[in-house]
């Protein structure tokens, strides 16, 4: 069970939009700490696609962007490609009784159909 | 260019122990935090331990305290994680990731390709 909820599975049709929640606690989203999202092609490593919220690391298209309110955030992707079906995760800081951590959600799998 | 390249995974027994290695290239490994992550087979991300810049500074994720130690050798650039006491539960493939601060919160900016460590009798 992740600390971060995200949906399974989202799909679309190439040129769609897309979104991808991601949820969590007070503790966490909640407190005020960032949320970061990665990318994670088939067979890869994950790769940093939105960090800070809504801010996109150089080389990443505009095609991708981030909001966060209160305590959830979600990635959109807009004008989809064939080379966007990946695993899609977001991340943030949780700071619980038993110490601080890093926490991810469960991952949501983009199927462009 | 950034590189992470990780070392160390294979086979091992319940009960046993394994040393994961993580080789830094391509930035100021002495100015940067550094953590372990894995996932399991067909699952997803699991933060498993943090280091500071000096060493000075470590965390652990609940599942491994007690069993796994993060290490790191700055003149070495070179970033470690003992592993002992594994579990079939701890079979997974294991990233080292650069930790950084834009002005916020951590966030891992950068990834090794990982190593897959498979503990099974």
């Known amino acids: 069970q992740s600390v971060l909820t995200q949906p399974p599975s989202v799909s679309g049709a190439p040129g769609q939009r897309v979104t991808i929640s991601c949820t969590g606690s007070s503790s966490n989203i909640g407190a005020g700490y960032d949320v970061h999202w990665y990318q994670q092609l088939p067979g890869t490593a994950p790769k940093l696609l939105i960090y800070?919220?809504?801010n996109r690391p150089s080389g990443v298209p505009d095609r991708f962007s981030g909001s966060k309110s209160g305590t959830s955030a979600s990635l959109a992707i807009t004008g989809l490609q064939a080379e966007d079906e990946a695993d899609y995760y977001c991340q943030s800081y949780d700071s619980s009784l038993s110490g601080p951590s890093w926490v991810f959600g469960g991952g949501t799998k983009l199927t462009v159909l | 260019q950034v590189q992470l390249v990780e070392s160390g995974g294979g086979l091992v027994k319940p009960g046993g122990s394994l040393r994961l290695s993580c080789a830094a290239s391509g930035f100021t490994f002495s100015d940067y935090y550094m953590s372990w992550i894995r996932q399991a087979p067909g699952k997803g991300l699991e933060w498993v331990s943090y280091?500071?810049?000096?060493?000075?500074?470590?965390y652990y994720a609940d599942s491994v305290k007690g069993r796994f130690t993060i290490s790191r050798d700055n003149a070495k650039n070179s970033l470690y994680l003992q592993m002992n006491s594994l579990r079939a539960e701890d079979t997974a493939v294991y990233y080292c990731?650069?930790?950084?601060?834009?002005?916020?919160?951590?966030?891992?900016?950068?990834w090794g390709q990982g190593t897959l460590v498979t503990v099974s009798s």
């Open positions: 280091i500071s810049s000096s060493g000075s500074t470590i």
């Open positions: 800070g919220n809504s």
């Open positions: 990731a650069r930790d950084t601060y834009y002005g916020g919160d951590p966030v891992f900016d950068y």
